[in-house]
Every structure is written in C-alpha cells, then in structure tokens.
C-alpha cells in the first residue's frame, strides 16, 4: 500500500473545512448585526454622529450644582446684587452706566437685554467683588433662533467663548470652550442650542512681583470642564493676546459676561475660593 503523505490530507480537509468555516462566520456576523451593509456610508465624522458620540461618551453632569456652604453665590436667580455694568475701553468707556438692563427670566435665569430705557446700549456685567483663586460654576444656555455667541471672562479678561459650534468636528480658538485666541479645546464638548449647558472651572490666578508684572515662574493656570468633560487641563496662561489683553494685570480680578449680540441666559452662578486667598477678596 503506498504510503499517505499526511502534509496533503491535512491540506484537503482544511481546504474542505474553510468554506464552511467562512459560511458560519457570515451567518454570525449576521445574527449578531456586526457585518456592515456594503451600501451603508463611511463614518466621516458627520454632525450627527458627533451628536450621537457625544451622548455615548458623556461624563457626569452637573447641571443644578447646588453651591456648597462655602460659596460665594454670585447669581440665584432671585436679583442682581452681585453684579454691575463692566467698563473698559470701549465698553461703557465712560463707566456712567447705573443700571443693569439685563433681564430676570424663567424665575432662576437672567437673559442679556439690547436696550435701555427703549435706546440700544451695549452692556457687559462683571461681579462687584474681584477674585484670585477659586473654582466657579455656572450655567448657560444658547438661544435656538441666531449666532448664539457670548463669553465669560475669568482672571485678567481671558475670554472663555461661548459659542454655537456643537456640530464642528475639530473645534477651534473661537468656538465654544475656547479660551478665546489663546486656546481651542482638546473635544467639541458643545451641546445644541435651546438646551442648558454647564461651566466648572478651576483658576488659579498669576503671581504678581513688586514690579507689578507677573513673575517668571508665576503665570495663571486653568482647568475648564464643559458639561463635565475636561476641554482644558492645567493649561499655563503665559499668553494674553485676545483684544482685552489691555486690561491690567492684577492677581485679583472680576468675573466678567459678555454680551455678544445674542440673547443669551445664564443662570447657578457661584464659586468657592481656594484657600490662600479666602482672606485676599477685594470690594471695588
């Protein structure tokens, strides 16, 4: 009897056994609806499957934070006695502003207003305290009809943009979550206008030399969450080359809101200061 070469039997079964083998693994990707559709399009990254990553991937939220004993409630939603018009350059450049024209609405919110008194007038708000150190919460959201566009300066006017950006794929340095010209945010972390979105940042304030310039070893540092994912992590602000970068370098700053042609709302505004500067807070 000649002899059976076993290397080519093995050959044919495999070879009879891999059709099989390729048919079951079809009817299982089947079943379990893990073969894509050869008409179903690529993911390029369209808004709505951003829209949809960003509900899978959504951290935590803090929407409605109540302020810890702490505090330093800012705004309640009840009035605005945390707050005036902000003047510099050319925003109430002659600080005669007196009235806040902004609006309370929705009983916990307050809207930015475009008049006074029925005339146009441009007007910022900026708290009437000034801060060093401390970690702020607020809440803000985008009107569904316009641009959408507002910001809140922390520290010596760094901007951090609020912007209607929730279906850009690579955010940039002017959209929302961006410390505006500085810095753009390392996700879009934006949500949709109409919806109520949520600010938690982390400022530590530069340290100021007797020269009155900031030290080598001293600048600002942030940490920024949007909607409870972190867009900026310990990020060194060595830089101050947005259009406030004029105004002067103190360690000890206003929160400042922007009003951008959009009516915009804010609402839960508080912070808690750090420590070493509990005893440092300044009344202008």
Not at 2 to 11: A, E, L, M, Y
Not at 19 to 28: D, E, Q, S
Not at 193 to 205: K, M, R
Request: charged letters at 25%; aromatic letters at 10%; one cysteine or more.
């Amino acid at each position: 009897m000649p002899r059976t070469n076993i290397h080519s039997r093995n050959k044919v079964q495999f070879g009879n056994v891999l059709p099989r083998l390729f048919c079951g693994m079809v009817v299982v990707a089947i079943a379990t609806g893990s073969l894509a559709r050869a008409d179903a399009p690529p993911n390029t990254g369209t808004s709505g499957s951003n829209r949809e990553q960003k509900e899978l991937d959504a951290p935590a939220s803090t929407l409605g934070l109540a302020p810890p004993t702490e505090a330093v409630v800012l705004f309640d939603g009840s009035n605005f006695d945390a707050w005036k018009p902000f003047s510099f350059q050319w925003i109430n450049p002659k600080d005669d502003q007196k009235q806040i024209q902004w609006k309370l609405v929705d009983d916990d919110a307050m809207e930015i207003a475009f008049e006074f008194e029925g005339k146009r007038r441009k007007q910022f708000l900026c708290t009437k305290e000034k801060f060093g150190d401390y970690r702020l919460h607020l809440e803000f959201q985008l009107p569904k009809e316009g641009s959408g566009n507002s910001g809140i300066f922390f520290g010596p006017l760094y901007e951090l943009q609020i912007f209607d950006s929730a279906d850009k794929n690579i955010p940039g340095m002017g959209d929302c979550g961006a410390i505006y010209q500085i810095r753009a945010p390392d996700s879009n972390a934006a949500l949709e206008p109409g919806v109520w979105q949520t600010i938690d940042l982390e400022f530590q304030a530069a340290d100021i030399g007797a020269n009155g310039f900031m030290t080598e070893n001293g600048a600002a540092r942030v940490t920024i969450r949007l909607n409870g994912q972190l867009i900026h992590d310990d990020v060194r602000l060595s830089l101050r080359r947005n259009k406030y970068a004029a105004f002067p370098e103190e360690r000890m700053s206003p929160i400042v809101l922007q009003e951008h042609g959009s009516n915009v709302k804010f609402r839960n505004i508080w912070l808690v200061e750090k420590a070493a500067n509990s005893n440092a807070k300044l009344k202008k």
